[in-house]
């Protein structure tokens, strides 16, 4: 069964980084979108970066340009997030997601999605 395992979360201080992974599992990450959504508590799921099938395409939503950077490693099957210069407002439960037709542009929709990992909590508090 195809899905996704993220890993990488934790609590760190304002303005520290992490990094988030999210292993795919079986299918290969040239077969679909990928991005990563965040939901806090008592707020509704956003999506935070998209990568292309090709990896050629990446998004951002506006909160997290320039901090945030998405990437991925073909060899190992494998996105990641990284996240620099943190805000206690970056706080949340981080899933990985895959959009399966490939051929849309990167989006935030997540009824696109149909593929979700089980999601990774990321808290940043001083």
């Known amino acids: 069964q195809s899905h996704f395992v993220e890993s990488g979360g934790g609590l760190v201080q304002p303005g520290e980084s992490l990094r988030l992974s999210c292993a795919a599992s079986g299918f290969t990450l040239d077969a679909v979108n990928v991005a990563w959504f965040r939901q806090a508590p008592g707020k509704e799921r956003e999506g935070v970066s998209c990568i292309r099938n090709t990896g050629r395409s990446t998004k951002y939503v506006d909160s997290v340009k320039g901090r945030f950077t998405i990437s991925r490693d073909i060899a190992k099957n494998t996105v990641y997030l990284q996240m620099a210069s943190l805000k206690p407002e970056d706080t949340g439960i981080y899933y990985c997601?895959?959009?399966?037709?490939?051929?849309?542009?990167?989006?935030?929709?997540?009824?696109?999605?149909?593929?979700w990992g089980q999601g990774t909590q990321v808290t940043v508090s001083s």
């Open positions: 997601a895959g959009d399966t037709h490939w051929f849309r542009p990167c989006g935030f929709s997540a009824e696109d999605f149909n593929r």
